[in-house]
C-alpha cells in the first residue's frame, strides 16, 4: 500500500478541526486507560494497523498491561476488565458499529456507572477514533 493524500498538507482546515476534537478530548477528565481501551477497540473493529499500533503503544505507557492489551478483542470472555471498562467497551463496539447504535442497555448501565458528562466524553471519544480511522485507512497510512 501506498499512503495517500496527507490530509494536513492538502486540507490544513480539516485536520485543524479534527485537532480541534483532539484537544477537547486531552483537556477532558477522562481516564487515560478508558481513553486507549476505546482507541484500541475501535481501531480493532474498524482494521486500522495504524492507529492500533499507535494506541497499543500509548496504553503501555499510561500502564496498561500486557495481558489486558492482547485480549482486548474478546474482553467479553474475561472478567480482566472492570464494569466500567466492560460498559465502556460495549459502548465502543455499539457506536462503532452503528447498525443498531448504542443500545438502551448498555447506555442506561452507563449512566448507572458514570455521570452524564463522563459519559458524554466516551462518546465523543468513540465518535473521535472512528473519524481518525477512517482517515487513516482511507489515505492508506502506514505503520512505521
Given at each position: ?114 455521570d452524564k458528562s463522563y459519559v458524554a466524553m466516551i462518546i465523543m471519544m468513540i465518535t473521535t477514533i472512528n473519524a481518525w ?11 512505521v
Amino acid at each position: 500500500m501506498n499512503t495517500r493524500v496527507n490530509i494536513l498538507e492538502t486540507e490544513p482546515e480539516a485536520y485543524k478541526a479534527m485537532m480541534g476534537l483532539e484537544k477537547y478530548i486531552a483537556a477532558t477528565s477522562l481516564d487515560p486507560i478508558h481513553k486507549e481501551l476505546i482507541k484500541i477497540r475501535a481501531s480493532q473493529i474498524n482494521g486500522c494497523a495504524y492507529c492500533i499500533d499507535l494506541h497499543t503503544k500509548d496504553a503501555r505507557k499510561f500502564g496498561m498491561t500486557e495481558q489486558k492489551i492482547y485480549l482486548l478483542n474478546a474482553w467479553k470472555e474475561t472478567k480482566l476488565y472492570t464494569e466500567e471498562e466492560r460498559t465502556i467497551l460495549a459502548m465502543t463496539e455499539e457506536i462503532t458499529l452503528i447498525q443498531k447504535g448504542l443500545s438502551d442497555a448498555t447506555y442506561n448501565k452507563a449512566i448507572e456507572l458514570f455521570d452524564k458528562s463522563y459519559v458524554a466524553m466516551i462518546i465523543m471519544m468513540i465518535t473521535t477514533i472512528n473519524a481518525w480511522n477512517r482517515i487513516a485507512i482511507a489515505t492508506e497510512l502506514q505503520v512505521v
